[in-house]
């Protein structure tokens, strides 16, 4: 009787128990459903988007302490032309100009002292560190060698100016995303430099073009070439102001109208302009990380008072052949006198 008195006990017992408030019960995953990471692992790693085969990355490859040389020549066909001289302003019209002379015309800037490099020789290192690092030097009168900092697509980081610049970023620098055929990007180039022009210079106005495509993408041997066509301008057009000389013979004291009319004109401007055309055309060896070939034309002009200091590129036609070179030249050791 006691056994069973017990029995009924736990069974009561057991029955009336109460779950914990708040507790939820899991919910069953649908099938195929993978389980949640561990709290704390690491999130996987994004897909990366596939490969396109018709593109190809263009990088220099250089092996540290085997430095790569390139001598590119300029051969210039035919003397550079001078700007042309400003047309003299013509005198006052109308029997009010008794007395006085007209204001001289605007005097051409003189030529830079430096004469432009003849050629360039650039060597390519990479240091231990993995950097880039280039030497330039320039042939010809009053040149120093000059240097900078590369990236791996031939970019220039530091280092470098004007001319030295331009030329080095037209023949070394390499796309930053892949292309493939009939793609199209910009060189980091200047060849007019604005803030040259001074504040006599109003500009009126100005076009730039800058294009380089890879035109055919084929393999030779073991390796793939890609042909790189170039295609820039630049075109800047405006005003110079100049600064008016006193007249040769006092103003007349019974002219009040034409001094009116002279202050009224302002000082008078010349028309001024230049402009800069590259065409080129390279083959670059993917594999290799190296050019195969590369020539092009730079074609700079100008007309008026154009100040010759803005012109960044050699002036007049000149045509660039790139070759390159066995061995890279000693570096200079001491610092060129000034």
């Known amino acids: 009787m006691r056994s069973l008195f017990g029995l009924v006990v736990a069974l009561s017992l057991s029955a009336c128990k109460e779950e914990p408030r708040g507790q939820l019960e899991p919910i069953a995953r649908p099938p195929g459903m993978k389980d949640a990471p561990a709290p704390g692992a690491a999130a996987p790693a994004a897909a990366q988007p596939p490969v396109d ?6 990088r220099w490859k250089l092996a540290a302490g085997t430095p790569v040389t390139y001598h590119l020549d300029l051969e210039r066909s035919g003397a550079a032309p001078a700007p042309q001289e400003a047309a003299e302003e013509a005198p006052a019209k109308g029997k009010k100009g008794k007395g006085k002379e007209a204001a001289p015309a605007p005097q051409r800037p003189a030529a830079p002292t430096a004469s432009f ?67 199209t990007w910009a060189l980091g180039t200047e060849l007019l430099t604005h803030d040259a022009l001074g504040p006599l210079f109003t500009t009126t106005k100005t076009e730039r073009r800058n294009r380089v495509k890879l035109t055919a993408l084929t393999q030779d041997g073991g390796d793939q070439v890609a042909t790189l066509e170039y295609d820039l301008l630049e075109q800047l057009s405006g005003k110079v102001t100049s600064r008016r000389a006193p007249p040769a013979v006092p103003a007349r004291a019974d002219d009040p109208v034409e001094e009116e009319e002279e202050e009224a004109s302002g000082p008078p401007t010349t028309e001024a302009s230049a402009e800069v055309r590259i065409t080129g055309k390279g083959e670059f060896l993917v594999k290799a990380g190296r050019w195969r070939t590369w020539e092009g034309t730079i074609a700079s002009s100008s007309r008026g008072p154009f100040p010759t200091n803005a012109l960044q590129v050699p002036p007049g036609t000149v045509k660039l052949t790139l070759t390159a070179r066995e061995s890279a030249p000693p570096a200079a050791t001491a610092k060129p006198q000034q």
């Open 117 to 183: 490099p003849t050629g360039f020789t650039y060597v390519l290192e990479r240091a231990d560190s993995g950097d880039y690092r280039l030497r330039v030097l320039p042939e010809g009168k009053d040149t120093t060698e000059d240097t900078g900092a590369l990236s791996e697509r031939g970019f220039v980081l530091d280092g470098l100016q004007g001319i030295n610049r331009n030329i080095a970023a037209l023949v070394l620098e390499l796309p930053l995303a892949p292309v493939g055929p009939n793609d």
């Open 53 to 58: 085969p018709s593109k190809v990355t263009l």
